[in-house]
């Protein structure tokens, strides 16, 4: 049973910093692309960042660039997501995804396999 598993979400004002990490347990995923995608209430579900199953090469979405960096540790199947300077547009429900087939490339659409349950990140004014 592949589990996703998200923490570090909660409330910061805006101009702060949260680290966000998924704990994937169930299989390896060290050899599979993961990314976080976000979703604020009543809007579509969006593509935040992304990093290959390699970890050479990582995608972000406009609205987050510059400010917001992914990492994996590959030994520790884990994913993190550091934002800083977050800005009160960044509040939405963040979730960890991955993809099923091995050393399938890194996409920005939702198409992952799998979803963690999410964690909430609020950005005061």
């Known amino acids: 049973q592949v589990q996703l598993v998200e923490s570090g979400g909660g409330l910061v004002q805006a101009g702060g910093s949260l680290r966000l990490s998924c704990a994937a347990s169930?299989?390896?995923?060290?050899?599979?692309?993961m990314a976080w995608f976000r979703q604020a209430l009543g809007q579509e579900r969006e593509f935040v960042a992304g990093?290959?199953?390699?970890?050479?090469?990582?995608s972000y979405g406009e609205p987050v660039k510059g400010r917001f960096t992914i990492s994996r540790d590959a030994a520790k199947n884990t994913l993190f997501l550091q934002m800083d300077s977050l800005k009160p547009e960044d509040t939405a429900v963040y979730y960890c995804?991955?993809?099923?087939?091995?050393?399938?490339?890194?996409?920005?659409?939702?198409?992952?396999?799998?979803w963690g349950q999410g964690t909430q990140v609020t950005v005061s004014s």
């Open positions: 995804v991955v993809r099923r087939i091995s050393y399938s490339p890194l996409i920005q659409r939702a198409e992952y396999d799998y």
């Open positions: 169930g299989r390896t995923f060290s050899n599979r692309a």
């Open positions: 990093i290959s199953w390699s970890g050479s090469t990582t």
